[in-house]
């Protein structure tokens, strides 16, 4: 399979701890995107990465949640002390950057992280 | 601020007849759209997609009209199947800004 992937697909934890989300992006796509999804919602932009630099962040993206691409190609979504507003699904997305513009971004099948 | 809107949050049509979803969007700066489908426990899926210099584009069974005077978009799908059961997001982007702000989305029955 050469989508994008994501793991763990489901993450159950308790209020407080501390979880990590991974994502491989297809892999000549230089760009990385995340992406929240709350039930019965579109998905909400949090963070992108072009190669292995975080080039923009949203303000859902509070100072609990870090993202990191160290290498440019798989990347890791942490949430510290999670809360129950924290539950949600967390997209991925990748997409080839190329001059022309923007491009097709393809989502991989998301973690649902549920806070009790 | 930004956003992109649908008029319909659920649309019900019958087997092999035509459905049309429309969206509405805010931003005037917005240059790229999109459409995807999402079938429940899965991520969106590309249908479609068009850039601001067009206003149709066509794939395979699927037509997006894009009204840059209106802010209006519309996803038509024809001969509509089973498989396309799902809720239907558009999705607009301002070249430079490379995120995609999505809609609410709209659920999509097909009636046997």
Not at chain 1, 54 to 64: A, C, F, H
Not at chain 2, 40 to 58: C, E, L, T, V
Not at chain 2, 63 to 82: E, F
């Amino acid at each position: 399979d050469t989508g994008v992937s994501q793991n763990p697909r489901h993450k159950i934890t308790k209020r407080g701890q501390n979880v990590t989300f991974r994502c491989d992006p297809i892999s000549e796509h230089n760009r990385l995107y995340w992406y929240r999804q709350t039930l019965g919602q579109g998905p909400e932009f949090l963070t992108y990465f072009q190669n292995e630099a975080q080039l923009e962040k949203s303000r859902l993206l509070s100072d609990r949640f870090s993202a990191e691409r160290p290498k440019g190609s798989f990347s890791t979504l942490e949430i510290q002390r999670t809360e129950q507003g924290d539950s949600a699904m967390y997209l991925c997305a990748s997409s080839l950057h190329e001059t022309s513009g923007l491009n097709e971004q393809f989502f991989g099948p998301g973690t649902r992280l549920t806070v009790l | 601020g930004e956003s992109v809107g649908l008029h319909l949050p659920t649309l019900s049509v019958q087997e092999g007849d035509n459905s049309i979803i429309n969206c509405a969007y805010s931003n005037s700066a917005s240059d790229y759209f999109i459409w995807y489908k999402q079938e429940s426990g899965k991520g969106p899926q590309f249908i479609i997609d068009i850039r601001s210099n067009m206003d149709k584009r066509q794939g395979q069974r699927v037509t997006v009209l894009l009204n840059k005077t209106v802010k209006h978009l519309s996803l038509q799908i024809a001969a509509t199947q089973p498989g396309d059961s799902a809720v239907y997001f558009c999705a607009d982007a301002v070249q430079g800004a490379q995120k995609l702000v999505f809609g609410q989305g709209t659920r999509l029955t097909i009636n046997p």
